[in-house]
Each structure stands twice: as C-alpha cells, then as structure tokens.
C-alpha cells in the first residue's frame, strides 16, 4: 500500500490532534485580533497600500469599467466585416476573456470588501 501502510496515517492524525488540543487551550487576546484586522496591507516590492474596504470596492469598480470596455471592444472586432478570420476569431476571444477576468476580479473584490468590515454591514 506504499510507503504509508503501517499505521503512519493513524499516528500523524493523533499527533495533529494532540497539538490541536494543545493550541486550543491558550487564550485568544482581543489585541491580537485588532492587530490582525489592521495588518491589512499588501506588498509589492517597493510598493505599498492599505487593504481597505473602500480601496476593494474602488478596485472593483475599475473591474466592472474595463469589463465593459473590453465587452464593447470585442462587441466592434465581432461586427466589423474582416477577411482575416483568424485574426478576428483571436481578438473576440481575448475580448471576451477579458471581460469574464474583469468581472471575476470585481466580484471577488465585493466579497473581500465585505469579509473586511462585516461590523459595518450591521450599523
């Protein structure tokens, strides 16, 4: 049964169990879960920003923008009459792309807005 059939299964659960049993018992301290919620920040490189619900919420409206361009981009490339197929074809289908990815990205970024202050949903 491979290199995991003596048992080795039943012994890492139990040991992960054991540790599990271990962590629960320390105390969670409020102030570390407010220095967890403001820890927000992304990093690239030299770049820097606070991950805010306004910020997720400006980024998924720049989504939603380019989605639609991109849609009325590929909506000109389907209707104008080409004799280069291919071309054609490749352009519509990067278009499209495009404006699912946008939408994917602004959805995800709705639901990030509101996993980060769910305590104003409720005010």
Same mark, same amino acid.
């Given at each position: ?63 939603? $923008? ?20 291919? =071309?054609? $074809? ?18 995800? =970024?709705? $639901? ?12």
């Amino acid at each position: 049964m491979g290199q995991y059939g003596n048992g080795e299964f039943k012994k890492i659960s139990e040991t992960m169990i054991k540790i599990g049993k271990v962590l629960s018992k320390r105390p969670v301290i409020q102030a570390e879960v407010q220095a967890m919620k403001e820890k927000r920040k992304l990093k690239f490189g030299e770049l820097q920003f606070e991950l805010t619900a306004q910020n997720a919420y400006i980024g998924a409206a720049i989504g939603l $923008v380019f989605g639609f361009f991109s849609w009325q981009l590929a909506q000109g490339v389907q209707s104008n009459p080409d004799d280069t197929q291919a =071309l054609k $074809v490749a352009l519509v289908v990067l278009g499209y792309t495009s404006t699912a990815l946008s939408v994917a990205a602004a959805v995800g =970024l709705v $639901v990030l807005a509101q996993q980060i202050n769910p305590e104003d949903k409720s005010n």
